[in-house]
Each structure stands twice: as structure tokens, then as C-alpha cells.
């Protein structure tokens, strides 16, 4: 019967999530370059990890950002409360930072971590769109970012977001990182892909524009996001909660 209820809400549309017992809070590690870091001085930059927290505070999840910093690139920015409670800034995000380098340091960042993480939300390659290699400096050090993690939790769900642009060599290295998160892909450790793409409009001079210059989400970028994270976590969530419950 839990079962039942669980996939009925789901396909209800109401997106309200009920059936993650409460007593198991979620680990999230929002891993990646500065469209996760934020915190550009002067502009409202907070990432779609502050809407997401909100969506998911609103679908009852107990859920904690994990990372070793809470800081955003400017050490004075600083995030909203969410109704009226303090936003959890903890995050692995860092500007201009290149996928190899996030892999490199990732062990050590880790180490620091009280548990690790059982969902991870990684957007990388921005800073790679210029490399001459798309397999050798974004596809290898992802799939070796995902088998790092697995080690320390082995039933990890990894969401691997797509590049915000629909031009140029995202175009290229979107199939790569399709092919990579299917072959990467396991029943007990999911690994999927974010389409954050799809209804985006990079171009800041717009009136629709999802940017403040190209690259890094303004407040309507920063919701769309967090929505298409959403999406493709929520039934992940359903899933595993419905296996604890049989």
C-alpha cells in the first residue's frame, strides 16, 4: 500500500514527497564551478542551489548540503533565509575551475566531509569548452569523480547537468556525456542526466534571458535549474523509498 501511495503521488503531479521516511536525511553534495559556487558581489547570484533548497523544503525532504565550503566567490555575499529559517550554504563549488581540478582535489575535500554524500549534483565543464581533448579533460575525470565517491558510498545517485548553452561546443560534448552516464549507470548507484538546456536562453541581452552574462544564471536561470534537478530527482527518491519499505 506504501508502494502504491508513493507512485500515485508521483504521477499525480502534485509534487509533494512523502515517502521518504524522515528519519534518513539525504546528503547532497552540489559539486562543481562557479555556476554551483555563486556569490559574484553586487548581483544575485545564489545558484540553483538556493531555490532548490526551497523545492525541497517544500516537498519535505530532509535533506543537508554537504561541502567543504559555504562561501561564495566575494567572502562578503551572502544568501537569504527560506521562510524564515537560514539557508544551508554548504556546497563544493569553485569558480573557474576546470573538471580535472575539481577531480584532483576531491579526495582531500572529502576527508572533510562527516559522511559522505548519497546524492551528488555535479556541473561541470564550463571552464573546458576550449580544450582541444573533450574525452581526456571532462568525460575521464567524470567518470573518476563518480567511481571516488562510489568508494566511500557505494548506492550514491550521481545527477550529471548538462551545460547551460545551446551553441557551440556544448553541442559536442552533450553526447559524450550521455554515453558516459549509461555505461556509468547501475541499479543501486543511479547516474542520470539534466537536460538544463532545454528552454534556456543564454543570451543576456534578451528580455527572456536566463544569464547575466552568458555563463552564470540570473534568478530565472538559478529556478530553472533547480526545477530540472527536481524532475529527474524526485523519482529517483520515490524509487529508493519505495525498495526500503517492501
Known sequence: MRRILLL???LSGLHTFDGLAQSEQIRILPLGDSITQGGYRGREEYTYRYPLARILLKNGVDFDFIGSTDKGLHPDATWPDIDGKPFDADHEGHYGWKT???????????????????V???HLGTNDQR??????????PLREIVTMIRQKNPKTTFLIGHLNFNRGPA????????????????????????????GWQEDPAKPNSDTFDWAHPNPSGQQKMANKWWETLQPIL??????RTD
Open 171 to 198: 553541442l559536442e560534448i552533450r553526447p559524450m556525456v550521455e554515453e558516459m552516464a549509461k555505461s556509468l549507470d547501475t541499479t543501486e548507484s543511479p547516474v542520470r542526466t539534466v537536460h538544463h538546456y532545454q
Open 131 to 140: 580544450s582541444n581533448d573533450f574525452q581526456g579533460d571532462i568525460i575521464t
Open 100 to 118: 580535472a581540478k575539481v577531480r584532483d582535489q576531491l579526495a582531500a575535500w572529502m576527508e572533510t566531509y562527516a559522511d559522505p554524500p548519497d
Open 8 to 10: 500515485c503521488t508521483l
Open 238 to 243: 520515490v524509487a529508493k523509498s519505495a525498495t
Open 120 to 122: 551528488v549534483l555535479i
